[in-house]
């Protein structure tokens, strides 16, 4: 089982940036991709960005195109979520998990790791 723990959520203006990050351990990195997802209070989890194992290809929900960029450190068995220009919107708990899935995908079944979630509060 991967274990999965987040870090870097915080408080920023809106505008501001934020950079998170999410270590694995447990089973060899190489076996799985990571995906971000995020939970406002009173919506449903939503994908956010993820990013392919082998091929480094890396997909983002529309709302944050142009804004987030997710990046993985295979060394350091870390994914990285670069948050720019964040908006009021974008506050949320967000989510790092794994998926044996290598390409990624956002079906949150498919993911089998998850770590506890780091708090991002963009104001106004």
């Known amino acids: 089982q991967v274990q999965v723990v987040e870090s870097g959520g915080g408080l920023v203006q809106a505008g501001g940036s934020l950079r998170l990050s999410c270590t694995a351990s447990g089973l060899p990195f190489d076996g799985y991709s990571m995906g971000w997802f995020r939970q406002a209070p009173g919506k449903e989890r939503e994908g956010v960005a993820r990013?392919?194992?082998?091929?480094?290809?890396?997909f983002y929900t529309s709302s944050v195109k142009g804004r987030f960029f997710i990046s993985q450190d295979s060394a350091k068995n870390t994914v990285y979520l670069q948050m720019d220009s964040l908006k009021v919107e974008d506050s949320a708990v967000y989510y790092c998990a794994a998926t044996g899935e290598v390409f990624g995908t956002f079906n949150e079944r498919r993911y089998t790791s998850w770590g506890q979630g780091t708090q991002v509060t963009v104001s106004s």
């Open positions: 990013i392919g194992r082998y091929d480094d290809v890396s």
